[in-house]
């Protein structure tokens, strides 16, 4: 086992905790920035060092298509190549190859995809995905899943629990780094709490450095999503690292803190920069509005990133969607925005304020107090009182932040 997971503090089941890592240690909760093929876009190494943040996530699937995995392996790794002194972690692969590629199939050897070269059907196994991101090199590496969307029904998704714990088994045995590289498994169950449970038993048992909670972020009720999220986090060890994938929307990352997750990641950040939107404490601001055009302001008052110390919104709105600076401006205050969330996480629950931090942070986001009424049954269930901040709510207000 290659980490140490130190809590640092606690409320109720949010808790702040230092994660040391092969090559950095961390302070959670904390944000991952997607990094598909070892870059951020438009964002420079040095530049996300600058914003504080503390681990990379890169895509194995890509990685392996273009340089490839060997490439990386001969040039002394993923961390060298692009740069990047700080933590690293790697997904499976097998996402990507069913969300993005046709006739992918999934049995008991593994993922069989169509070839994005020669169209020619191709299989990544458990063992295979391992294999690859040990020539990768990431601090933290996750096991090949049986995926599928929380939206399926049916015998499918018992199926794919069984078949995710019978591949950690083989991930474990392929896994020829466990000194340097961590292998997290992934609880998956869908929305059934009896499925949930027997996957984070059986993943327990491993006795792995870290747990994964996977399969959400997929179209589900917000009200079904908090719920897997606290039944698992209730359910994994106290000391071990617990990470929420997919999850990018600040209001998610809030909630899924108090219900005792320490990690995260998802392109939404970057992906909205790209798109003329820039997230602020009220929620977010759409750049591209003609409003914007001749706003003197910052994008964010409060904010103290480089971006919102330099530029207007009407210099953004000209280059937004237009100019590649727009979008790399909007990606570095918006990766900003979710580095400091992150600090001030972690900070107000060593400070003993947690529950002063989340109402602060929901009453910006919902002024008038509309507070979504699964934000409310989830913060009861975490014990944090948010009644100062919350009207009478009604199941129409139940929107995505």
């Given at each position: 086992m290659a980490l140490r997971f130190e809590i640092l503090g606690r409320f109720n089941r949010a808790r702040a905790a230092q994660l040391t890592l092969p090559h950095f240690v961390c302070q959670t909760p904390l944000f991952m920035p997607v990094g598909t093929q070892g870059t951020i876009k438009g964002l420079a190494t040095s530049q996300l060092e600058e914003i504080g943040c503390q681990i990379i996530l890169g895509n194995t699937y890509h990685l392996a298509l273009r340089p490839t995995s060997e490439l990386i392996d001969e040039l002394g790794g993923l961390h060298k190549f692009m740069n990047w002194p700080r933590a690293l972690l790697t997904d499976s692969g097998g996402f990507q190859m069913v969300s993005l590629l046709h006739l992918a199939d999934i049995t008991e050897k593994g993922v069989t995809f169509q070839s994005p070269v020669d169209g020619k059907p191709m299989l990544l196994t458990p063992e295979e995905s391992i294999q690859i991101q040990n020539r990768i090199g990431a601090d933290i590496i996750m096991a090949l899943d049986d995926v599928v969307k929380t939206t399926i029904t049916g015998p499918r998704i018992e199926e794919a629990m069984y078949r995710t714990l019978r591949w950690i088994d083989r991930c474990i045995a392929a896994h020829s780094r466990p000194h340097e590289q961590n292998l997290f498994g992934i609880v998956?169950?869908?929305?059934?709490?009896?499925?949930?449970?027997?996957?984070?038993?059986?993943?327990?048992?491993?006795?792995?450095?870290?747990?994964?909670?996977?399969?959400?972020?997929?179209?589900?009720?917000?009200?079904?999503?908090?719920?897997?999220?606290?039944?698992?986090?209730?359910?994994?060890?106290?000391?071990?690292?617990?990470?929420?994938?997919?999850?990018?929307?600040?209001?998610?990352?809030?909630?899924?803190?108090?219900?005792?997750?320490?990690?995260?990641?998802?392109?939404?950040?970057?992906?909205?920069?790209?798109?003329?939107?820039?997230?602020?404490?009220?929620?977010?601001?759409?750049?591209?509005?003609?409003?914007?055009?001749d706003d003197t302001r910052p994008i964010d008052p409060t904010c103290a990133c480089m971006v919102c110390k330099n530029y207007s919104r009407a210099y953004i709105h000209c280059l937004v969607t237009k100019d590649a600076m727009g979008s790399q401006l909007l990606s570095y205050h918006n990766l900003y925005y979710m580095m400091k969330l992150s600090r001030d996480l972690h900070t107000s629950i060593v400070e003993e304020r947690f529950p002063e931090f989340v109402c602060t942070f929901l009453l910006k986001m919902f002024p008038e107090g509309n507070v979504p009424e699964w934000v409310c049954n989830a913060m009861e269930v975490a014990g944090i009182d948010i009644s100062s901040c919350c009207a009478p709510f009604s199941s129409s207000q139940d929107l995505e932040s």
């Open positions: 998956q169950g869908g929305l059934d709490p009896v499925l949930r449970d027997i996957c984070v038993r059986g993943l327990v048992d491993r006795n792995l450095p870290g747990y994964a909670i996977g399969g959400l972020a997929g179209g589900e009720s917000k009200d079904s999503f908090w719920r897997v999220v606290a039944q698992c986090t209730a359910a994994l060890p106290e000391d071990k690292p617990r990470y929420v994938m997919g999850v990018g929307y600040p209001l998610d990352i809030v909630v899924c803190s108090a219900l005792g997750a320490d990690m995260y990641d998802c392109v939404y950040p970057t992906r909205t920069a790209r798109f003329g939107t820039a997230l602020v404490p009220e929620g977010v601001l759409k750049l591209k509005h003609k409003a914007m055009a």
